[in-house]
């Protein structure tokens, strides 16, 4: 979960509570290579003939090949070998290449990962395209290798693939329908659509436990807060996208959710103990690990409990081989959360982070800040002998395990069929609509404010937070919400107040619902002392009906308990809202349940509204 920069998973907004050659060529050059490297799936993972096979060709490699397998790197552009000029400027200036082919042909980087931001996802067939280059691009090499290519489709808050792409709802309004089938049909239709686009292995799905409402990086990325159930949609979701030929990735090991730091910019400490870790956050990945899952990602989190030494979970042998490793008994493929976080750069240098994350057990180093300066130092460490080679074989062995069990090795396809029968077809956006509509959860209607009806309520005023929209999706809420209740029959206009309305702002909106009929308030992470509040309780005020959508935390209901109807989305993309204004208009009953407990503002110790919570017409 990387910076907006240099990282992995990028939310977007604090969350929480808190103040806070040509085909044919290339093809014929690398026959025998794909030959040798189609492994059985029913071959023994560390001594079948599968294995014997993967490491005949890791006794070929030589050094260099075999620390750059370890590097899965971000690159700038749209195409592998024809970037625009301002990505390869990009790209000179932080990775010392011009494309994506030549950062390959450099370092022989064994992944590559898709940021929105690094221009790398524009459109399907453009993704596609770029996917199909840098495999082009790797097995040109001498005895080059398929790529791991990567990305953050976790929905919800964070996803790279936008529209044409099917969004689904993200990870904690997933958990307020509770359905293993929604889950599963989520990773399984996102796979099919990223497999198609050439991406292979996917950063999702969160299986951390979010227990502490100020946490402000995972928050609704998070299923909730029952250890059972976010390890029950874990699985499901990770099978899902396994069946579609996508490996699913668990994270952020040993887990992330009770946290109160954001490790982008700092370097959180969890304070519980060895045996609350056992009951909380160790279920969902227990329960990943039963499921097969592919692999999982590291935090850059200091954890007391289960290594005392002040380094973090990324850099930790304890955590890593003795937890992950041992007692957990996982053998897939580990990867680091981005190098270019905080939390993992706090302690020791650039150089020093890659090679004590192989050294604690990890196998794929993600996006260090400078892939120069980390290549060389794991080829220094190497080469002096505080790494052996035996070990980077250890990781490779399970790297190109994954690679030929996803089919990786097998002739790359040349049509673009698969794209259009597959990528954000009507069956596949009917499927998130109605995953959707089940997640939409009632929390407050008193007096019966909702749903509203077109027949008395005609003319509706959306108002509130608008904060940046997912990737790809069409935003701001407030516009996609009054669009969405105007096709429903109302005749709803949008204004935006933003989520620190000014006074100014407010006035304006006070003025425009004493010409409405009824009120909707989108709200965003409302605190004590929030100018949201103020906002609400001026247009209480009006004494016009007045329902609040919480476009992100459910834990906004607790600042706001004057408001008579409030309805929690759990995110802000077009499928989230939409949903929620078939609820507002009557459409569809609200049928999700909370997922996480919300406590009282005036006093944390008590419980406002339980776990299973939610209300239904």
């Avoid at 499927?431 to 008395?456: G, H, K, W």
């Amino acid at each position: 979960m990387p910076d907006t920069s240099t990282g992995s998973d990028t939310s977007t907004g604090s969350t929480g509570n808190a103040a806070r050659p040509s085909r044919r060529a290339v093809l014929a050059a690398t026959a025998g290579l794909t030959a040798a490297l189609t492994v059985p799936a029913t071959a023994d993972a560390a001594t079948g003939p599968g294995a014997r096979r993967l490491r005949g060709l890791i006794s070929r490699m030589t050094l260099q090949e075999k620390v750059g397998q370890l590097f899965v790197m971000r690159v700038y552009g749209h195409s592998a070998t024809a970037p625009d000029q301002a990505d390869i400027d990009a790209n000179l200036k932080e990775i010392g290449v011009r494309t994506a082919a030549e950062l390959i042909a450099k370092y022989r980087v064994g992944g590559i990962i898709y940021f929105t931001w690094a221009h790398n996802t524009r459109d399907p067939h453009q993704i596609a395209d770029l996917s199909d280059g840098i495999q082009k691009a790797s097995l040109a090499q001498p005895r080059g290798l398929p790529v791991l290519i990567s990305t953050d489709q976790e929905h919800g808050a964070v996803c790279r693939v936008g529209k044409p792409a099917t969004l689904f709802p993200g990870a904690m309004a997933v958990g307020a329908a509770g359905s293993l089938s929604d889950a599963h049909t989520l990773g399984r239709i996102s796979g099919a659509e990223l497999r198609a686009m050439g991406i292979n292995q996917d950063y999702s799905p969160d299986a951390d436990v979010n227990v502490n409402p100020a946490n402000p990086i995972i928050g609704v990325r998070s299923f909730g807060a029952a250890p059972d159930a976010v390890a029950a949609l874990v699985a499901a979701e990770a099978k899902g996208y396994q069946a579609s030929g996508v490996a699913a990735t668990a994270k952020h090991f040993p887990g992330h959710g009770d946290t109160a730091v954001d490790s982008h910019t700092g370097f959180p400490v969890i304070t519980h103990s060895r045996d609350l870790w056992e009951k909380l956050d160790a279920v969902p990945f227990r329960a990943a690990i039963a499921a097969g899952i592919d692999s999982i990602m590291t935090a850059h989190i200091q954890f007391p409990a289960l290594d005392d030494s002040g380094d973090p979970a990324t850099l930790s042998r304890p955590i890593l081989s003795g937890i992950l490793r041992g007692e957990l008994g996982y053998d897939g493929v580990v990867i680091t959360d981005s190098l270019g976080m905080q939390g993992v750069r706090t302690k020791y240098g650039d150089d020093r982070v890659p090679v004590l994350a192989l050294k604690a057990g990890v196998d794929q180093l993600l996006n260090p800040p400078s892939i120069d300066v980390a290549f060389n130092a794991v080829l220094k460490a190497v080469q002096d002998g505080e790494l052996t080679e035996s070990r980077l074989d250890e990781s490779i062995l399970r790297i190109l395990r994954l690679k030929a069990r996803l089919g990786l090795l097998d002739p790359p396809r040349t049509d673009r069929a698969p794209i259009e029968r597959t990528v954000g077809t009507k069956e596949h956006l009917a499927a998130a609509d109605r995953i959707a509509e089940r997640t939409t959860t009632l929390l407050v209607n008193e007096d019966r404010v909702l749903p509203l009806d077109p027949r008395t309520e005609r003319r509706i005023l959306v108002v509130g937070a608008d904060p940046d929209s997912p990737s790809g999706t069409t935003g701001p809420p407030t516009g996609v919400l009054a669009a969405a209740l105007t096709e429903l029959g109302f005749t709803a206009t949008a204004l935006s107040t933003g989520t620190s309305p000014s006074a100014t702002a407010i006035a304006q909106a006070v003025t425009a619902a004493r010409d409405a009929d009824a009120v909707i308030v989108a709200t965003y992470n409302v605190t004590t002392g929030d100018a949201q509040k103020t906002l609400v309780e001026q247009l209480l005020a009006t004494g016009r009906p007045l329902a609040a959508l919480a476009v992100r935390n459910p834990y906004d209901v607790a600042q706001l308990t004057s408001v008579k109807g409030y309805l929690a989305s759990y995110g802000w993309t077009d499928v989230e809202v939409c949903a929620a204004a078939r609820v507002i208009a009557g459409r569809v009953a609200p049928c999700g349940r909370l997922p996480v407990p919300v406590q009282r503002a005036d006093d944390p110790a008590q419980v406002l509204y339980p776990i299973g919570h939610g209300l239904t017409y």
